[in-house]
Every structure is written in C-alpha cells, then in structure tokens.
Nanobody, 117 residues
Framework: QVQVVESGGGLAQPGGSLRLSCAAS????????MGWYRQAPGKRRELVAG???????NYADSMKGRFIISRDNAKSTVYLQMNRLKPEDTAVYYC???????????WGQGTQVTVSS
C-alpha cells in the first residue's frame, strides 16, 4: 500500500534547471524524513539531499548551492529543485521515505535525468 513515486525527470541542457517531485502515500508523511539519491551508470548510489520531518535540510557537497530540497506536507510531496545542471548530474534519481524509528525506508522507482547539449 505504501507508494513512493518520482516524477519530473527528463532532458535538460547544461546550465538549465529541472524540478523533481516525489509523492508518497500509505504513510504518515509528516513523520518521515525524505531524501533524494542518484545513481549514474557504473557508479554507486549517492546521497543528493535530505530533509527531516522538521524541515532541516542537508546536501552532498557537490550539490550544495545548486540543488534545493523542500517538502509540502499538505501534498505529501517532496521536491528537488535542480539548478545550473551539469552533464555529470546525469543519473537516475531516487526518492526515499525514511521513518524516524530507524526501520527500512521506502524507495521510489526512480526518474531519469539527462543533462546534455
């Protein structure tokens, strides 16, 4: 019954922007930390950004200043605003909903982001 669904991926030019969305259902959304990870071919899955249930944010160093994570609890949705995109941002971006009790989180299916001229 729990669903985590990403959307908003696609093709962007270097220097451009995209906004990803992640809608979660079947959970008490406001009680969950949310996060974005990404995985490029041949690379490890890496943290992009996270946001706690209280709204505190954290970012990987390479994303800091370019990406913004936010949440709208009324819509049970977390967003990732990606600005000044670079070709190396090309990856599948995954959303995770993580409960505060430390149990395994719920992953979305991923959405492809391609940055290319």
């Amino acid at each position: 019954q729990v669903q985590v669904v990403e959307s908003g991926g696609g093709l962007a030019q270097p220097g451009g922007s995209l906004r990803l969305s992640c809608a979660a259902s079947g959970i008490i959304f406001s009680a969950y930390a949310m996060g974005w990870y990404r995985q490029a071919p041949g690379k490890r899955r890496e943290l992009v950004a996270g946001i706690t249930s209280g709204g505190s944010t954290n970012y990987a160093d390479s994303m800091k200043g370019r990406f913004i994570i936010s949440r709208d609890n009324a819509k049970s949705t977390v967003y990732l605003q990606m600005n000044r995109l670079k070709p190396e941002d090309t990856a599948v971006y995954y959303c995770i909903a993580k409960p505060s009790n430390g149990l395994a989180g719920y992953w979305g299916q991923g959405t492809q982001v391609t940055v290319s001229s």
